[in-house]
């Protein structure tokens, strides 16, 4: 296992920006549409999912005889119109991490399942000018879960999985990278998956810093018994 951290790979919605909310809005009102509730079961089962995968899931979750294809369009266009409604903002401590990271000359890697155009789109109204590679769902054929975007975010930017951390906020994503050999950071408030030899859990990314990273990679088996809590110091 490598000491230091060699590259930065991120995921984007609900990670780095706030645009889950904007998401499941925009599923909610896709579902209210059809005469239906958006219930808890809709939206956990939306959550880190692409278009597609979404679509798929809400034809059958909601027995519609709308074609797939529809229901994407549907749902991008939905999405997009609550980007600009609403508005988009970086997730507490997420551009302070990624601009120390980036002032440090650690390459970063987004690493996202929306399609490329929601990244474009993004773009206008963030600043990600400081990830050296795209990874969307226009790129792979095996999305998350699968290892493949980390795996291909991590050999375009030249460093071995094993190297890199992975800033990721849903499962599936950590499924993924830590499938692809990565080490993770899941931000995940409130709830802690199985342990796991490369995964440290954090509730937010405030207040997380590259010495702490750094830190808690070089000793993750003492890590599961020394997750900060939201509030204290890192």
């Known amino acids: ?111 996202t399942s929306s399609p490329r155009r929601w990244v474009d789109d993004l773009a206008r109204r963030v600043d990600l000018g400081v990830f050296r590679v795209t990874v969307t769902a226009d790129d792979v054929d095996h999305v998350k879960p699968d290892p493949t975007p980390y795996l291909l975010g991590a050999a375009a930017l030249g460093v071995p999985p094993e190297s890199a951390v992975v800033l990721e906020d849903s499962i599936p994503g950590m499924r993924s990278a830590l499938q692809a050999g990565c080490r993770v950071l899941l931000i995940r408030p409130g709830e802690r998956p199985a342990r796991h030899p490369s995964l440290v859990v954090v509730p937010s990314l405030d207040g997380i810093s590259l010495p702490w990273l750094r830190e808690r990679f070089r000793a993750l088996a003492d890590v599961a018994a020394d997750i900060p809590q939201e509030g204290t110091t890192r």
Do not use: Y
């Open 1 to 111: 296992m490598h000491a230091d951290i060699g590259a930065v790979l991120s995921d984007m919605d609900g990670t780095l920006l706030d645009t889950e909310e904007a998401w499941l809005r925009a599923v909610a009102g896709f579902v209210r549409s059809r005469g239906a509730e958006a219930g808890h079961e809709v939206m956990l089962a939306v959550e880190g999912a692409t278009l597609t995968q979404a679509a798929r899931v809400v034809r059958r979750m909601l027995e519609l005889p709308d074609a797939v294809a529809e229901i994407e369009a549907e749902l991008d266009a939905r999405a997009l119109e609550q980007f600009t409604a609403h508005g988009v903002r970086w997730r507490p401590g997420a551009r302070e991490l990624i601009a120390v990271v980036a002032a440090s000359g650690t390459p970063l890697a987004l690493v």
